[in-house]
C-alpha cells in the first residue's frame, strides 16, 4: 500500500477536510497517476450530502481526473512514464458480461467500480476519488489525453464531457435537429457546445437569466428563461430532442409539452427525489422519456479524441483545493461558470 494526501468527507454532516489515506502498491495492468486537476461534479456534492443515499464514508470525491504517468505495471501497452491520462467515473468493472463485452461497463451486471463512494471489484475495498494527489486505475479505465488539449480544461471532459456527449451520439442528435439543454451548469455547457458542434440548432432552457450572454457565446441560438410561462408557450412543440441536465427538483411536464410529436427528451441530471410526470405529457405527442449514464470507456476516448480534433474543452473556474466547501455552495445556487476545477498543487 502507499500513502496518498487528499479531502475527504467524514460524514454527511462535516466540510470536505484534509484526509490521509492508503492506495494500492501498483499492479502488473496499473498505472499511477499524479493528479494535477480535478473537476468538482454536481454528483460529488450529492454523494458527500448523502442525497443518493448510501453514501460510503470516509469519500474522497472527485471523478473528473487528469495528470501525468508517474509509473506503469509491466503489462500496461498504451501509456509511459510523462504521458497526460484521465480518468473518469469508473475505475474497473467485470469485464465479462453482456454490457462490459458491448463496451458499455457504465451498465456492468456484476455492478462497476465507480472512482469513489465505491467498492473495487472485490466487492470490499472502497474506491478514493481524484481531490487527492495520486491515483492508481487499471490500464483498461485510464484515458488517452492528446497534447493538443489544456489538461486544467480537460478534466471536466471526463464526465460532464462523456455524459453529455453519448447520449447526443445514442440519439442522433445532428443538423437540422431542435434540441434544448436544461440547465446551463457543468453538463449543460458541455450539452450545448456539443450539440452545436454537431450542427444542431440548440436552444438553452435556463432559471438564470445572467446566463443568456454566455449560452448565445456557447453555441446556443436561443435563450428560453423556464420561469416565464410566456417564454415557454412560445416553444412549445417544437425541439426534437431535449437534454436535462438539472440536478434539482423540477418540473418534467412542462419540459415535455416543448417536445415535437415523437421528440425525445433524455434526463442526465440526477435529483435526489423522483419526479411527477402526467401519462397526458408522453401519450400526446408519442413522446419518449429516457435516461443516459456516463459512457462506456472507447466512447469517452472517442469524445475526448473528438474534442482534440474540434478544439473543444470546458469553461472552467480554477479553485485551490482549500476552497472546495465554498465552491459547493455556490454550486448549489447554480453560481458556477461553467465548472470548477482544483488545481492539485494546492493540496
Ligand atoms: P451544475 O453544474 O450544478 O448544473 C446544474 C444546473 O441545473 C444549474 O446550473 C442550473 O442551471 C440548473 N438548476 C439547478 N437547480 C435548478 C432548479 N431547482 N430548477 C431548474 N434548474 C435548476 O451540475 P452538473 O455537475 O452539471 O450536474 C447536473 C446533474 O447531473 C446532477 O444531478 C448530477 O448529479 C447529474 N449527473 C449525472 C450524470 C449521469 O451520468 N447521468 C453524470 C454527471 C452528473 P440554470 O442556472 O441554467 O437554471
Ligand atoms: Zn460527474
Not at 67 to 72: A, E, L, S
Request: aromatic letters at 6%.
Amino acid at each position: 500500500m502507499i500513502k496518498a494526501k487528499g479531502y475527504a468527507a467524514l460524514s454527511k454532516d462535516t466540510p470536505v477536510q484534509a484526509f490521509t489515506f492508503e492506495r494500492r502498491s501498483p499492479g502488473p495492468s496499473d498505472v499511477v497517476i499524479e493528479i494535477q486537476y480535478c473537476g468538482v461534479c454536481h454528483s460529488d456534492l450529492h454523494q458527500v450530502k448523502d442525497e443518493w443515499g448510501h453514501s460510503i464514508f470516509p469519500m474522497v470525491p472527485g471523478h473528473e481526473i487528469v495528470g501525468k504517468v508517474v509509473d506503469i505495471g509491466s503489462h500496461v501497452k498504451r501509456f509511459k512514464k510523462g504521458d497526460s491520462a484521465g480518468v473518469g467515473c469508473m475505475v474497473d468493472s467485470c469485464g465479462h458480461c453482456q454490457s462490459c463485452e458491448s463496451n458499455l461497463e457504465q451498465f456492468c451486471f456484476n455492478g462497476m467500480s465507480g472512482t469513489y463512494n465505491s467498492l473495487e471489484q472485490d466487492k470490499k475495498t472502497p474506491t478514493q476519488g481524484g481531490y487527492s494527489n495520486f491515483i492508481v486505475v487499471t490500464e483498461k479505465f485510464c484515458l488517452n489525453i492528446s497534447p493538443k488539449l489544456d489538461l486544467k480544461s480537460t478534466a471536466p471532459l471526463l464526465c460532464a464531457g462523456i455524459t453529455t456527449y453519448s447520449p447526443l451520439r445514442h440519439w442522433n442528435v445532428t443538423k437540422g435537429h431542435r434540441v434544448a439543454v436544461v440547465g446551463l451548469g457543468g453538463l449543460g455547457h458541455m450539452a450545448v457546445k456539443f450539440a452545436a458542434s454537431f450542427g444542431a440548432h440548440v436552444a438553452v432552457i435556463t432559471t438564470s437569466a445572467n446566463k443568456k450572454e454566455d449560452a448565445l457565446r456557447l453555441g446556443a441560438k436561443d435563450v428560453i428563461i423556464s420561469k416565464d410561462p410566456a417564454e415557454m408557450k412560445k416553444h412549445a412543440g417544437s425541439f426534437d430532442f431535449i437534454l436535462d441536465t438539472v440536478a434539482a427538483d423540477h418540473d418534467l411536464n412542462a419540459l415535455l409539452a416543448l417536445l415535437k410529436v415523437d421528440g425525445k427528451m433524455v434526463l442526465v441530471g440526477a435529483p435526489d427525489k423522483p419526479a411527477a410526470v402526467s401519462a397526458f405529457a408522453l401519450i400526446g405527442g408519442r413522446k419518449t422519456l429516457a435516461g443516459s449514464l456516463i459512457g462506456g470507456i472507447k466512447e469517452t476516448q472517442e469524445m475526448l479524441d473528438y474534442c482534440a480534433d474540434h478544439n473543444i474543452t470546458s469553461d472552467v473556474e480554477m479553485i485551490p483545493m482549500n476552497e472546495i466547501n465554498t465552491a459547493y455552495t455556490r454550486m448549489v445556487k447554480g453560481d458556477v461558470k461553467y465548472r470548477f476545477v482544483i488545481d492539485m498543487k494546492t493540496l
